[in-house]
């Protein structure tokens, strides 16, 4: 069998109820089950900060509209990176265009020491963000076969697929390729296993606790 693969969590411990995900509770517990990092989500507020957050609107506020000010529990792409850069893998998603600038100067000036990846399902994002840096760690995020056709044109060195997706053979044309291959949202224990068996490189789930049981 490969070597184990990197352990994800999904917005961090996202199936710990009582914490809501995208937040510095929700990924100190992933971190806490044994998680080597996380996934998480960027969004640009009306004021230009790159805000950690999955949906649109936040308190039925447009966060492309709001003033950070507006959105006090919101984490700030910086503060995530100075208090995780350290001891977490991190795969940050842009959710929208215009926070490339924004995230490369980020992870210039607090690079991830354990390694990090910038992925999006917006090809044009992936696109200006290679434009703009040589280097950036770049990942297409998958969640339909159409998608996932044109993993080969994209200048990404990540291929992050929905998990339904992934077949034994597209792990093996993956690395053939010289990239890497990341399974979401994987939250059954069985799934885990068939995944890693075959190669992946890194699951991401909601159920941490479960994921790092299952390779501890």
């Known amino acids: 069998m490969p070597g184990p693969p990197l352990l994800l969590a999904h917005r961090g411990a996202r199936a710990s109820a009582s914490i809501p995900e995208n937040t510095y509770a929700s990924f100190d517990l992933a971190l806490e089950h044994g998680c080597d990092g996380f996934e998480f989500d960027l969004r640009l507020t009306g004021c230009g900060s790159a805000v950690v957050c999955h949906d649109a609107e936040v308190g039925g506020l447009a966060v492309s509209q709001a003033r950070y000010e507006q959105l006090p529990n919101l984490p700030c792409l910086p503060e995530v990176l100075?208090?995780?850069?350290?001891?977490?893998?991190?795969?940050?998603?842009?959710?929208?265009?215009?926070?490339?600038?924004?995230?490369?100067?980020?992870?210039?000036?607090?690079?991830?020491?354990?390694?990090?990846?910038?992925?999006?399902?917006?090809?044009?994002?992936?696109?200006?963000?290679?434009?703009?840096?040589?280097?950036?760690?770049?990942?297409?995020?998958?969640?339909?076969?159409?998608?996932?056709?044109?993993?080969?044109?994209?200048?990404?060195?990540?291929?992050?697929?929905?998990?339904?997706?992934?077949?034994?053979?597209?792990v093996q044309q993956v690395h053939g390729a010289g990239r890497k291959l990341f399974a979401w949202t994987v939250n059954a224990q069985s799934s885990m296993l068939r995944l890693a068996e075959w190669g992946v490189d890194g699951i991401i789930s909601d159920e941490t606790e479960l994921l790092t049981h299952t390779f501890g």
């Open 82 to 170: 100075q208090r995780y850069a350290g001891r977490a893998f991190l795969d940050i998603e842009l959710k929208v265009p215009d926070l490339e600038s924004k995230v490369l100067l980020a992870v210039q000036e607090t690079p991830p020491a354990r390694g990090y990846v910038v992925s999006s399902f917006l090809p044009e994002v992936l696109l200006e963000l290679r434009i703009r840096s040589a280097t950036v760690p770049l990942g297409i995020i998958c969640e339909r076969q159409k998608e996932l056709a044109r993993w080969r044109e994209m200048p990404v060195e990540y291929v992050i697929p929905h998990y339904s997706l992934i077949s034994r053979d597209l």
